[in-house]
């Protein structure tokens, strides 16, 4: 008996029109970029579009570097000199002015801000990279001497 209800469960199954999805998938990066050095010595330093290394000199204890990443990414790799870095993310979302934002509100989640700590680490090259988690599977990076 169990098989046979399994059976029409089954068929009536194939007859059944199936739910509408409503989840959208997940834009693929557009964006990488750092956007702060902090440090004791210097505080926060924005970094500009296209710059190749800080104007302050931050060498010392207690760095830390901000990159925004829009879009989604599968897992990224983050080195100063070859070293691994670690960090912590935060989800960014936009609203309706364009301005990113945090996500303190119901909206959409368009990438994250990673903070990463240097730990003691004094100097060199950051560098980022990232690949998309779908189509078209990009990689996009970034990098920045710290002095």
């Keep these: 008996m169990n098989r046979n209800l399994l059976a029409l469960v089954c068929a009536l199954g194939l007859w059944l029109p199936g739910l509408p999805v409503n989840a959208a998938s997940a834009p693929p ?38 990159v925004l990443e829009v879009g989604y990414g599968r897992q990224p790799h983050v080195t100063l000199d070859g070293f691994e870095v670690d960090g912590t993310r935060s989800p960014v979302c936009a609203f309706s002015n364009g301005n990113l934002n945090d996500c303190s509100s119901r909206t959409k989640v368009v990438g994250y801000l990673y903070i990463f700590d240097l730990k003691g680490k004094q100097e060199g090259t950051f560098s980022y990279s990232n690949v998309s988690i779908n189509a078209p599977g990009n990689r996009m990076s970034t990098q920045l001497y710290i002095k």
Excluded at 29 to 50: H, N, Q, W, Y
Aim: aromatic residues 6%; charged residues 25%.
């Design 29 to 66: 990066l557009s964006e990488v970029k750092v956007l702060k050095v902090e440090s004791p010595a210097c505080g926060f330093e924005d970094i500009t579009p296209g710059q190749a290394q800080t104007r302050c000199d931050h060498s010392g204890a207690n760095i830390k570097v901000y």
